[in-house]
């Protein structure tokens, strides 16, 4: 008998479910073989235990229960994102979303608010090289000096006050 004959028996065997001559062939197997003989042991140790395992009786009103339970948490889960969690797309749903949006960008593109452009002019030009012009050559020192239009930062108007 080879191991893996001897495993699909253990069952039988120590349930007293074999013949005498498939007995005989267990045993001598289990003298022989040492791994076989563990798993035997193994295997009557999770039974012995098994037969001590005490049987818990649920209560009467267990299903009742149960069912009050889901109820509640049912009612208590109710959600915006249940409702999208639960939702159940089908292919007509899709298509119809599909079409809505391909209608939605040809729409936009057809009545696209007409943008006009910046004309940048020679004025404009003139006052920009002024502004550049005028940063590049004030500085702190120099800055007092156009005090005459009005404070440029509160830390220079209040230097003025206090100086």
């Not at 889901?70 to 409702?83: C, P, Y």
């Not at 940063?135 to 108007?157: C, F, H, M, N, Q």
């Amino acid at each position: 008998m080879n191991c893996k004959e001897l495993k699909e028996l253990i069952l039988e065997y120590t349930a007293g479910n074999l013949d005498q001559s498939e007995k005989l062939r267990v045993e001598s197997h289990l003298k022989e073989c040492k791994e076989c003989y563990l798993f035997f042991g193994q295997s009557n140790q999770v039974w012995d235990l098994l037969d001590e395992w005490d049987i818990i009786e649920p209560k009467e009103d267990i299903v009742t229960n149960f069912w009050e339970r889901v109820s509640e948490e049912e009612i208590r889960g109710k959600g915006i994102f249940d409702f999208f969690k639960n939702l159940k797309l089908n292919w007509s749903f899709g298509v119809a979303l599909a079409v809505i949006m391909i209608i939605s960008v040809i729409s936009f593109n057809i009545f696209e608010f007409k943008r006009t452009k910046v004309v940048f002019t020679e004025n404009d030009k003139a006052d920009e090289e002024l502004l550049i012009e005028l940063d590049r050559a004030v500085s702190r020192k120099t800055a007092r000096g156009l005090d005459i239009y009005g404070p440029w930062e509160d830390e220079i108007e209040e230097n003025d006050k206090g100086g």
